[in-house]
């Protein structure tokens, strides 16, 4: 029998879906969220009449004792259709027992048989279910597939805004966009507020806002968008984040105010501050425009001053911002 | 019965009585609307805003009696609800974690939940305090986690999120709950004193006071309420707030304002003391001032009707009057002469002193402002980078620079310029400190006797750049412990004889070996060659202003 190439999650969900169903598989790869998910397309595929999932018997690789799962596999289950049998962190198991796994899918039993691990050697026997982590210019992308799978369609800001809080953790961004689309209920589209609703770290990017309002001078406009970051604010840590944050991209203005001023080109000056995303880039661009080289040095100075008026205890958090504000503001 | 606090007897019985948490409370009800419920939850976020009693509405608006209307509220009535609501309910388990900590406990809950519930629909636990569960606690529950039987419902609630393990945090459907706003708190102690002491008339303004002081939490504002209900009888003003509270009344704030605009040092001192004989903390009362001050300087900038403003609107006129007294630059400099001051309480012994010399600056402020000449030639020192600008704080900075463009108070005379303080530095020599030291003592003794005393045992000994260092006698004990903490009328005195801004340093009269590395310490760092970096990034220039640093190498990371 030829050895099957590796498929995605998506590809297996496929292929379950027509009843292909292989006697091994073996659920490969770092990102624990599609081993998850691949395990529960297998189970819905062999769920029993009346059963949303076929019941499942773990054992972990290092004590798994390979006469006891395979004769498991081989015995017709009292209870339900089909042994579905999941040996976890399998990598010793499955280099040490590779003959006995390949000699179950010459002659397979009733049960299904499912190896996950993190890696695997090559030339592992079975139909491999690559479960790789993403990389995160992959990961938009993913929250739009999995917008769509919950019934929503995702704006391209939302998408990207959930991927710059969340990063790569696949399962808490899905958990998120689970109660996003709950949230949402008939509303078919997700939009940037909608994240920010119950993503209060969506705050975040508010920076945007926030620096636009200190470069037309709206001091009540900042100060309320401000305030908005402090109520979301869970501890201090999160509240010099905030400080950071903004300094952050005030400094990155200051990159961009001071390129601009040197007659680069908008492709030099996205190189010099790592910024690849047009739309960002644009943005930056026409910000930097608010402010002059000298206001963008003292706002950042006059940032530096609450930083140091905070964590030296003479200002509490909300005055010390408040001030700043005002500051940077005038 | 017996008496409940009211925290405990008006926590919320439905959704509708959570306040501040909209979004939250949306999916909630939706997704018990829709049947799409998680199997764990994690409601995390600061301490009194709602976590636990929100997870006490959702597990009784998933098993009430009466079943959710439209909006899936629980009906808070049935005998379910009603069990939960007092915490005693047979299905709805909730659990301190700071008390099961050991794995054991949590294998045994684990084994529990297999069971089903006994009445209701679902068997919930609420897991309190979430973060305090060891790690092999968490381990026994990843399983369960995963996938718990189709009857259970676990709540993790938490201050502290960042330390559950990742895989316990994936697992859940987390909500982080914010802060609540002063007028959503307000609003609900509103109902609550109705429903509570319906024969106590209430100022709203007094509400909105409680509602402040409780910084978004409203269990702390319940708390606060219960103890004016029980103080004030039958009418709760906002005096009887700021009395409960140990607050100085308003009024007081803005009499002592006023005086501060006219300058009239006795008059505020007059007042301090008064507030000092009321028994009033002064670090509270500092606070307080604090507060006002960041209002009008709000007020200057956004306007005197700015929702930025927690203050009743019949107090806004009033707001808007101070505000036009002050610039924004004397606001910003007083709000951190004052929270200098605060600081200075916790320092000393006799916690007025700090509060006095603060408002003493504050109403000679007009000195300041009238020597515009004098910061004019300051700033062309700086312009030429003769002078280091970093003994200005930006906000004595702003305030020269606009007493330089405006001068609005007419120029004083010779006398006054050679006598009063200047923060331009000139050139002087330790003969000239030493010389005018006698006048220095004078001049400390019109304010601090004691003090005066004190310094008459020292002697300027070595002064360097900007800074004398005074010598105390190895014998003098405690003096050098006292000349620290009064560093700043010292400070003063030398600024207003000499004309110039300098720090002092208190070293002890040991031996010659002790002076000497407290000379050499002293010395200016060699002037370094501005260098690519330090040129390049006006934060590296504020920390080497700020640390008095110099740049000793170089290494870039990435990005």
Known sequence: ????????????????????????????????????????????????????????????????RCEEVLSLLRTPSMFWARHLVVVEKAREFIAEHKEAIEGYIRSPGAGVWVLISDTIGKGAPGLVIECKALYENQIPGWIRKRARDYGKEISTEAAALLTEIMGTALWEIDQKLQAISIYLGE?????????????????????????????????????????????????????????????????RLLLVKRALVSGATPREIGDKVGEKRSFLLRRLLSQARLFSLEALEEKLGHLLEADLDMKTGLYDNRLAFDLSILKLCQ | ????????????????????????????????????????????????????????????????????????????????????????????????????????????????????????????YIIDEAHMLSTAAFNAFLKTLEEPPGHVKFIFCTTAPQKLPETVRSRCQRFDFRNISTKDIAKRLGQIAEAAAPQTEIEPQGLLEIARRAKGAVRDAEVLLEQLISFAGERITVKSVYQVLGLVAEERISEILDVVAKK????????????????????????????????????????????????????????????????????????????????????????????????????????????????????????????????????????????????????????????????????????????????????????????ARSLAQVEPIVLKEKEVLLGVPEEAGLLA??????????????????SAALKIKVVKLTTDEAISSEISQTKEPQETPRNEASSFDPMIEKVKEIFKAKIVGEERGEG
Request: hydrophobic share 40%; glycine share 6%.
């Open chain 2, 481 to 498: 412990e006292e000349l620290r903490i009064k560093k700043a009328s010292v400070e003063e005195a030398l600024g207003e004889v000499l």
């Open chain 1, 187 to 251: 509303k078919k589209r997700v939009e940037l507020e909608d994240v920010e609703a119950l993503l209060p770290q969506a705050g975040k990017h508010r920076f945007w806002d926030l620096t636009d309002a200190i470069g037309q001078k709206k001091a009540e406009r900042a100060l309320r968008i401000l305030q908005e970051q402090l109520l979301a604010a869970k501890s201090s840590q999160e509240i010099a984040g905030i400080l950071a944050g903004l300094a952050w991209h005030l400094r």
């Open chain 1, 1 to 64: 029998m030829a050895k099957q190439k590796p498929i995605s999650p998506m590809e297996l969900e496929r292929r379950l879906k027509k009843s292909q169903i292989e006697p091994v598989y073996v659920l490969a790869g770092d990102e624990a969220f599609f081993r998850f998910q691949a395990l529960g397309y297998i189970r819905e595929a062999l769920a029993g009449p009346g059963e949303e999932k076929a019941e499942v018997i773990y054992f972990e690789g290092p004590e798994a």
């Open chain 2, 264 to 451: 009239d040092v006795a008059g505020t001192l007059k007042l301090l003391d008064e507030i000092y004989r009321q028994g009033k903390d002064p670090s509270d009362f500092l606070n307080q001032v604090i507060e006002r001050l960041r209002d009008l300087l709000v007020a200057s900038s956004c306007g005197a009707d700015s929702p930025l403003i927690e203050r009743p609107t019949d107090e806004r006129p009033r707001l808007k009057e101070d505000a036009e007294k002050f610039s924004s630059d004397f606001l910003l400099y007083a709000i951190r002469l004052l929270a200098q001051a605060k600081r200075e309480i916790k320092e000393t012994m006799e916690p007025r002193i700090p509060v006095e010399m603060a408002f003493v600056k504050l109403a000679r402020m007009g000195d300041l402002v009238s020597l515009a000449e004098a910061i004019e030639r300051l700033e062309s020192l700086e312009a030429t980078s003769e002078v280091a600008s970093g003994d200005f704080s930006s906000e004595e900075k702003g305030l020269f620079r606009k007493a330089a463009e405006e001068s609005p108070i007419e120029p004083a005379s010779q006398e006054t310029r050679a006598s009063g303080p200047t923060s331009a530095p000139r050139a002087l020599s330790l003969a000239e400190v030493q010389e005018a030291w006698p006048q220095v003592l004078k001049w400390v003794e019109r304010e601090e006797a004691p003090l």
């Open chain 2, 1 to 124: 019965m017996a008496y409940q606090v009211i925290s405990r007897k008006f926590r919320p019985k439905n959704f509708h009585e959570i306040v501040g948490q909209e979004p939250i409370v949306t999916t909630l009800q939706n997704s018990i609307l829709t049947d799409r419920l998680a199997h764990a939850y994690l409601f995390a976020g600061p301490r009194g805003i709602g976590k636990t009693t929100t997870a006490r509405v959702l597990a009784m608006a998933l098993n009430c009696q009466n079943k959710a209307g439209a909006d899936s509220n629980p009906c808070g009535k049935c005998d379910i609800c009603q069990s939960i609501h007092r915490g005693d309910d047979i299905d709805v388990i909730e659990k301190d974690a700071a008390s099961v900590p050991f794995v054991e406990d949590v294998r045994t809950l684990r084994e529990n939940a297999t069971y089903r519930p006994m009445r209701a629909r679902f068997k919930v």
